[in-house]
């Protein structure tokens, strides 16, 4: 079975590759655009917290892995999830699955139940995201207050997350917590982002617009088929609904930047993803 696990690996050095030369298209993107150091130092301190973030997502996907009869530690499931997550960034938006189910069926783990648990982290993870949506589109689309967004929002968390325990497990309630977390954490990092281009106090008043706009257009980049990683997709949303809200040249900046900074924290994750291969468990 050593074969399943050199196809995972070969899709994940793949992903690099196609994280690469998207990389490399940004650097024409940002046109004029010369940060000074503070910014440089700000931006690679917000690519070391996405990449951290994303062991939150490892460990919703080992919750939803045991829920689905398939126990991992999470020492693993951060290690599996780290190396084949770069894949998602290869066009079809569905090889870093692919290279998970092969690594795991080669550490033992039962076929059906890695099937089964990309299944449940599609709909678990779409069903966290919804409920930013039905807290940010009162925002776009009317003048209500943001208290009045946020009881919106606390009450959908409160309802997803009782019925998740409630029909299905205790698990599945808690990966619903995990990805609430690591969307709430980017869409603030994005806010940053756009803080160090345009430092104006008055954007804290759009914070909570701000951070929904970005949780939505990564909902639909991510159910898009065929965007890798949401690529474009993301972008044009991004820019539709919050173009009213800061400058379109600074937009533009903080769009891209912010998409160098995901990229960029994916690859940090494989690499320390890597080493913890070295210094591998058991399953």
Known sequence: MKYLRWIGLALSLVGIGFVISQLASYASDLGDFRPNLSQLIAFAILTIVYGAANIALAIAWRDLLEHCGSTGNARWAIRVFGVTQLAKYIPGNFFHLASRQTIGMHDGHDAGALLKSA????????????????????????????????????????????????????????????????????????????????????????????????????????????????????????FALLQSVVGQTELLVSIVISRVITAGGDILFYFGALWMQERRGPA
């Open 119 to 238: 299944v449940w982290e599609f709909g678990t993870l779409m069903s966290s995201a919804v409920a930013f949506g039905i807290w940010v589109t009162p925002l776009l689309l009317t003048n209500v207050s943001y208290t009045y967004a946020g009881v919106v929002f606390l009450a959908t968390v409160f309802v997803i997350s009782f019925s998740a325990q409630r029909y299905f497990s205790p698990l599945v309630m808690r990966a619903v917590h995990w990805y609430i977390g690591f969307l709430l954490l980017s869409g603030l990092l994005y806010f940053a982002t756009l803080q160090l281009l345009v430092p104006d106090t008055s954007l804290i008043d759009a914070l909570p617009g701000i951070v929904g706009a970005y949780i939505i257009a990564w909902l639909l980049g991510a159910i898009t088929p065929g965007a890798p990683a949401g690529i474009g997709v993301r972008e044009v949303v991004m």
